[in-house]
């Protein structure tokens, strides 16, 4: 038997085993823990938070990352999450952070003439969890989808 057991229980469940869970509860805890123990002025560096999470799980990310840069912590984020963006949509609308608080910076590659560059667009979120601009790419995959569903199929 080792000397260390980590247990995960969700409310009034009994305890799971680390081995009997799904990657998402073993994958986010070490994010979980750097949120919740960094301390005003510390810079977070967090890629693919989401990973291996559920919908709901990843927007309760970007709303509690929203929380923590709220209380001081310089939170530097990349992500293919459009539930992390609307968390922290959700948390500028619901006034846990303020809109000029949040950053966003999409990058995007741009070949012309055998040269490859690197745009960057930078879309603002106002008062109400809005975004100003929409640069192609930037999470528009359920829109692109949604238009082609709304078209007669082909046969």
Request: hydrophobic share 40%.
């Amino acid at each position: 038997m080792g000397l260390v057991s980590l247990q995960y229980s969700y409310g009034l469940s009994n305890p799971y085993r680390a081995t009997n869970v799904g990657f998402g509860i073993t994958y986010t805890l070490p994010i979980l823990i750097a949120i919740l123990s960094a301390p005003a002025g510390t810079l977070l560096l967090l890629e693919n938070p989401e990973a291996h999470l559920h919908p709901q799980g990843q927007a309760m990310m970007g709303n509690l990352l929203a929380l923590a840069a709220n209380c001081g912590v310089q939170v530097v984020l990349e992500t293919h999450s459009d539930h992390v963006l609307n968390g922290v949509r959700l948390a500028v609308h619901g006034g846990k952070i303020k809109p000029e608080d949040v950053c966003l910076h999409f990058f995007q590659r741009i070949e012309q003439n055998d040269q490859a560059s690197t745009q960057v667009s930078s879309p603002r979120i106002d008062r109400n969890g809005r975004i100003d601009q929409w640069p192609d790419g930037f999470f528009d995959e359920w829109d692109k989808s949604l238009d082609s569903l709304l078209e007669p199929a082909q046969r």
